[in-house]
């Protein structure tokens, strides 16, 4: 069956995630993970995308961001990817692919999982044994929506701004969430929208997006968002 465009929406946050090759590492060192954040940012600005979190594993990456055109995030990926395997090709005397074909998104519901995508991203070196605690680990907006350093790529989304009326209190009070863990079955359907390449929303999110989209924008046969459906992709999970 042929597969359906990818669905992208001007202003709707969007979850995405880029692996790489045969699941390969694609960071060597960390003048790797800088070229990558520079590289991101300048694509991020030439073509209107807000980047509000990220995270650079070994050998994937996540992006929480919100373009401000239909083509702003895929014009952004592919000129970050070319300029990305240029340098590693360059510095390693390298060639071939780095990254395992395209990059997968999904669009995501602001007022219910938006948070919870910031803390899926910058808790993913938790999850993987990396780090104990999210601030341990360099190479995640974390440093920036919890701690302050500063990252200059990073653009706040209306939500995180909503947690609080200073700077301080906004890291305050996000740093909060981190204190608790994510559930599973929110874990599960934020895995299984991103594999699927499926909206990530209540079902008022995913009816409201067909009639904008005038297209199929959830699996035949199912609703948007249950949580009596099955997750059946664990043998291809990212983390």
């Known amino acids: ?5 990818r669905l992208t929406m001007p202003g709707c946050p969007h979850h995405i995630i880029q692996r790489g090759n045969n699941k390969q590492p694609c960071f060597f ?9 520079s590289f991101l940012q300048e694509a991020s600005e030439q073509y209107g995308v807000s980047i509000h979190a990220f995270v650079l594993m070994t050998n994937h990456v996540h992006v929480l961001a ?3 055109d239909t083509k702003g995030i895929s014009a952004m990926m592919q000129a970050l990817g ?3 395997v240029q340098h590693i090709n360059y510095v390693y005397e390298r060639s071939g692919t780095l990254w395992e ?3 997968r998104s999904t669009l995501v519901d602001s007022e ?3 948070m919870t995508l910031y803390r899926y991203i910058e808790l993913n070196p938790v999850r993987a044994g990396m780090v104990a605690r999210a601030g341990d680990y360099p190479w995640s907006s974390f440093q920036h929506n919890a701690i302050g350093k500063p990252i200059k790529l990073i653009r706040p989304h209306p939500v995180y701004q909503q947690l609080g009326d200073s700077a301080e209190k906004r890291r305050r009070l996000y ?3 981190f204190k608790g863990h994510i559930p599973d079955q929110e874990i599960a359907a934020i895995r299984h929208a991103t594999n699927k390449s499926w909206p990530l929303g209540s079902d008022t999110f995913i009816a409201d997006l067909a009639a904008k989209t005038q297209r199929r ?3 035949l046969g199912r609703g948007g968002d249950r949580k009596s459906e099955k997750f059946r992709d664990s043998q291809n999970q990212p983390l």
């Open 29 to 37: 060192q960390p003048s790797d993970y800088k070229a990558y954040l």
């Open 175 to 177: 740093g909060t969430l």
């Open 217 to 219: 924008v959830s699996p």
């Open 82 to 84: 070319r300029r990305y």
């Open 1 to 5: 069956m042929a597969r359906l465009p």
């Open 66 to 68: 919100t373009p401000c």
């Open 112 to 114: 219910r999982y938006l």
């Open 101 to 103: 074909g395209r990059f």
